[in-house]
């Protein structure tokens, strides 16, 4: 059973259209992420969620918004797509809010914006 | 704020040969560190973490890391690598902002094995 998953896997799209990623996680864990991995496969976090309730956001434009209809979900959706926004996103989860918490992996959405 | 360097962009090695991936961290009181392993067209898996306790910490696949405080350097090795280490590696430090966890990740380092 896939511990984080996401859909879709890939996402192709034009500019200005408006889309959404799915991630659901069946490990029971209170805290949810947001990664963007750019061109260069740099990894910056976009967004936390614990319990519901979004604890961080790295000044990401609000374009962007997350949603978390429960503590498994944890979905992105992305208003009027820029060429910039082209990237693979990953969300992530864990089991509290701690620093030495292992955060797991979704397999990633790999976004292009034409 | 944290943050994570890997001096190395790429590490080509032949196969079965040693290999050392370098990661240093600026510096703070208390650090935790973990490394992450990324194969082609997947999600990132942990390799190993540093919380605190032995300097030396051993992870999955064979690798191991050393914390050493003094240079803030956090190093992963192995001593004999397979085709299939062939991925993306990243460093990173966890810290805590707004009473939760932030990973800052390293630019990566991409270890290719010839054989």
């Not at chain 1, 059973?1 to 659901?24: F, H, R």
């Not at chain 1, 509290?96 to 976004?111: A, D, I, K, M």
């Not at chain 2, 990661?23 to 990132?44: A, D, I, M, R």
């Amino acid at each position: 059973d896939t511990a984080v998953s996401q859909t879709p896997k890939y996402l192709v799209t034009q500019m200005g259209n408006d889309k959404s990623i799915k991630c659901e996680q069946n490990l029971g864990h209170d805290t949810m992420y947001w990664y963007k991995q750019d061109s260069k496969k740099f990894l910056k976090i976009m967004f936390s969620y614990n319990n519901k309730e979004l604890i961080i956001n790295e000044t990401v434009p609000n374009r962007f918004s997350p949603k978390s209809p429960d503590k498994a979900h944890l979905n992105l959706h992305i208003n009027s797509l820029e060429l910039g926004d082209s990237a693979v996103y990953f969300c992530a989860s864990s089991q509290g809010v701690g620093p030495r918490n292992e955060q797991y992996f979704g397999p990633g959405t790999r976004l292009t914006v034409t | 704020a944290q943050s994570v360097t890997q001096l190395d962009s790429q590490v080509p090695v032949f196969e079965e040969a040693p290999v050392e991936l370098r990661c240093n961290y600026s510096s703070s009181v208390s650090v935790y560190l973990f490394w992450y392993v990324q194969y082609p067209n997947q999600g990132l898996q942990l390799l190993l973490k540093y919380l605190s306790g032995s300097t030396l910490v051993k992870g999955i696949n064979g690798f191991e890391a050393e914390f050493n405080k003094s240079q803030t350097s956090f190093h992963l090795r192995k001593p004999s690598v397979h085709i299939s280490d062939t991925a993306e590696y990243f460093c990173a430090v966890s810290e805590v902002i707004q009473g939760a966890q932030k990973l800052v990740f390293g630019q990566g380092t991409r270890l290719t094995i010839n054989p």
